[in-house]
């Protein structure tokens, strides 16, 4: 039988079914002034739609909707109500004034761990659904409540057709903007999930917005597989390694990849101090027997300790300089316009930025400005000279650094 027969028998191609069902979800899209982009997929549904859902900062966040059940999800919601968070895979409801947010933990436990050691459920499968958990509050009017997630959430999250035994937060009752209502369900949620750790021993937390992270490009063509030439030193390569596994935690893998660079910050240090004082002393007018040219000497040098020659920032510079050039860092920087874009823009995360446009500073000065600049907001708050603002785990700040850990790889291949 063929496929025109199947349709006349009142069966439909999943492409149609799809195509069905989004009419009237186009509509009230259309009405509701909310924008979408159609696909094509090597789906069966042969395409799939992208809504752009607005967020409460003002912009956008694509809702991805693959078929025809994630299609009925949305319109048996409220939609049109909600705008979804910047930093949380969160929605807030706009009329009826809540807020709920996908639950992840920390560490080895995981949904089905959580769901017998928090909500005491012993017996659990793929369609336990999990009972709702009110949790008092010392605030007039707030109501918090831990459960499975909600129909809304599903429909606006990255996992729409999850086991029905992944948790959410839903906090209702706060007074503020949409901003405000965030933070402070973000401390409330804080503070609770600190209890239940102790009592629990579950570490549960509020799950980023995916589209934060920046991915990582593979090559499309991918070089064979050979035993590579080079050996690399075992303490590096641990960092590296400790960097790669700690992908969700980007203050953590910053500063693995920066201790890769500063393992190396002796050996270049001090060949660029060798190099100074090779110039100083190769100097047609150089007296050995003149304080002032031995002090030439000594400031090409600069200070040294255990750890290389001159201050950090100073080590940082030499050891980028020894293992990428300005013509690579360039290439790099161009070769994706989100990050071109987002290490030019000045913005909460760092006042330096990287901008190719610059003529008054070399390209690897702003680097190392920034790498520099970020490292002393992780490790603590006070910069060499001036205080800097502490960079927190967690924050929105940090869901931002997906650049800059990019940055700190680039000249991973050079060396």
């Not at 030439?229 to 641990?238: L, V």
């Not at 240090?269 to 190769?282: C, D, F, G, I, Q």
């Not at 823009?345 to 690897?364: C, N």
């Amino acid at each position: 039988m063929s496929s025109e027969d199947e349709l006349a028998d009142g069966e439909s191609s999943p492409s149609a079914s799809f195509r069905k069902c989004l009419e009237p979800l186009m509509e009230r899209l259309s009405v509701a002034g909310i924008s979408s982009t159609e696909v094509p997929s090597a789906r069966p549904t042969e395409f799939e739609l992208f809504i752009e859902m607005p967020t409460v900062s003002g912009g956008t966040a694509p809702v991805h909707v693959m078929n025809a059940e994630r299609a009925q999800l949305l319109l048996d919601s409220a939609f049109e109500e909600y705008l979804i968070s910047d930093t949380y895979d969160a929605i807030h409801h706009t009329e009826n004034r809540y807020f709920e947010c996908r639950l992840g933990t920390y560490g080895s436990v995981g949904p089905l761990l959580t769901a017998r050691r928090v909500f005491k459920i012993q017996q659990i499968d793929r369609e336990t659904v999990l009972p709702v958990l009110a949790v008092p509050s010392q605030e007039e009017g707030v109501s918090i409540e831990l459960g499975p997630w909600s129909r809304s959430l599903r429909s606006m999250g990255n996992l729409a057709f999850s086991p029905a035994y992944f948790p959410s937060i839903r906090v209702s009752g706060l007074e503020g903007t949409v901003a405000e209502v965030e933070r402070r369900a973000a401390d409330l949620a804080d503070a609770l999930f600190f209890q239940v750790d102790l009592s629990r021993g579950v570490a549960l937390h509020m799950v980023k917005r995916l589209n934060q992270r920046v991915r990582r490009r593979v090559p499309s063509a991918p070089a064979a597989i050979t035993l590579p030439a080079w050996r690399y030193d075992q303490e590096p390569m641990a960092l590296y390694w400790y960097g790669r596994s700690a992908e969700s935690m980007p203050l953590l893998q910053f500063l693995a990849y920066y201790q890769v660079l500063e393992f190396y910050f002796p050996a270049f240090s001090r060949a660029e101090a060798l190099r100074r004082v090779k110039r100083v002393l190769k100097s047609p007018t150089f007296s050995p027997a003149s304080d002032s040219d031995l002090a030439r000497v000594l400031q090409a040098v600069g200070s040294s300790g255990q750890w290389g020659y001159g201050d950090e920032r100073a080590q940082l510079r030499a050891t980028i300089d020894e293992c990428v050039d300005d013509d690579v860092l360039r290439e790099f920087v161009e070769s994706d316009e989100d990050r071109k874009r987002g290490l030019a823009t000045k913005s909460a995360l760092s006042e330096f930025r990287v901008d190719l446009r610059r003529t008054d500073t070399d390209l690897r000065s702003q680097v190392v400005a920034r790498i520099y600049d970020l490292r002393c907001k992780i490790v603590h708050t006070k910069g060499t000279t001036n205080d800097v603002d502490l960079l927190l785990p967690f924050s929105h700040e940090a869901s931002l650094m997906g650049h800059d850990i990019a940055l700190l790889n680039c000249w991973r291949s050079r060396r």
